[in-house]
């Protein structure tokens, strides 16, 4: 069955219908979700979405857009959050020039201190990297990241990059943009890299594949994720939702199902 590494159920695109909509994931292959805190708020709502979900577990952050929150008070708050059991990583984390706000150097302290937390509770790390590719490379070569783990979250930038990813020992997650008709740098990325090191992801409410591109997201979409990767690796999808789930469960550290 299909895994989720990286879903946003507690936005409030879902808030009509998530109790419905999640109460209908396993009955459509999906076996596991993770949620990825994007604010404080979204942590603790991550938290409760692991506690009534039995196959929902969280990832504990702040995105870099949000960074501007942060204190040393909140950062205490993740670390002491980060040690309930169905915690399996801190995320996301990293630096976002696209949007550029907070400033730079705001994002940069925290992507530090919150790859620091992960080195010291001994989880995993969702990257967020955009518009940012040498930055984040530099600081997470600094940090010695390799030694940390994790997964470089809807991956974006190219072969080159996913190189020297791919030699840190990360993951790269791969979603509903390898559907899209612009995506030859991401399809280009997921032939070069080893079926071993990709994982599935959503990203939603956001990034909807092919034909629902533009629309509301979920997990229940990811078949369209799978077939285009199946293509690309001359695989069969049933083949992909295998390898891809086990990769998933060893990037977060969870035993096999
Ligand atoms: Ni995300």
Not at 1 to 15: R, V
Not at 106 to 132: M, N, T, Y
Not at 165 to 182: A, H, P, Q, S
Not at 191 to 213: F, G, H, N, S
């Amino acid at each position: 069955m299909i895994f989720d590494t990286h879903a946003h159920y507690d936005d409030e695109a879902f808030d009509e219908d998530r109790e419905e909509l999640l109460a209908s994931l396993r009955e459509h292959g999906i076996e596991a979700v993770v949620n990825v805190g994007a604010s404080i708020a979204g942590t603790k709502r991550t938290l409760e979405l692991t506690r009534r979900w039995p196959f929902f577990y969280g990832a504990v952050g702040v995105h870099p857009n949000e960074t501007a929150e942060l204190d040393e008070e909140k950062l205490e708050w993740l670390k002491q959050v980060s040690a309930e059991p169905k915690v399996v990583a801190i995320g996301e984390i990293g630096l976002d020039y696209y949007w550029d706000d907070p400033e730079r150097d705001v994002q940069k302290k925290w992507f530090d201190r919150q790859l620091e937390l992960a080195r010291e509770v001994g989880l995993p790390v969702v990257i967020h990297s955009r518009d940012a590719a040498k930055d984040t490379l530099d600081m997470m070569k600094a940090a010695k990241a390799g030694e940390i783990g994790g997964v470089i979250h809807c991956f974006s930038y190219g072969v080159e990059m996913a190189r020297e990813y791919l030699n840190m020992g990360f993951f790269i997650g791969i979603g509903g943009v390898l559907t899209f008709k612009n995506a030859r740098k991401l399809k280009e990325v997921a032939a070069y890299a080893p079926i071993e090191r990709i994982v599935l992801e959503t990203d939603c409410p956001y990034l909807a594949p092919v034909p629902y591109r533009g629309k509301r997201n979920s997990s229940l979409n990811l078949p369209y994720v799978v077939e285009e990767l199946a293509q690309i690796k001359g695989l069969t999808p049933e083949e992909i939702v295998e390898i891809t789930n086990r990769n998933a469960r060893r990037l977060y550290r969870l035993g096999d199902q």
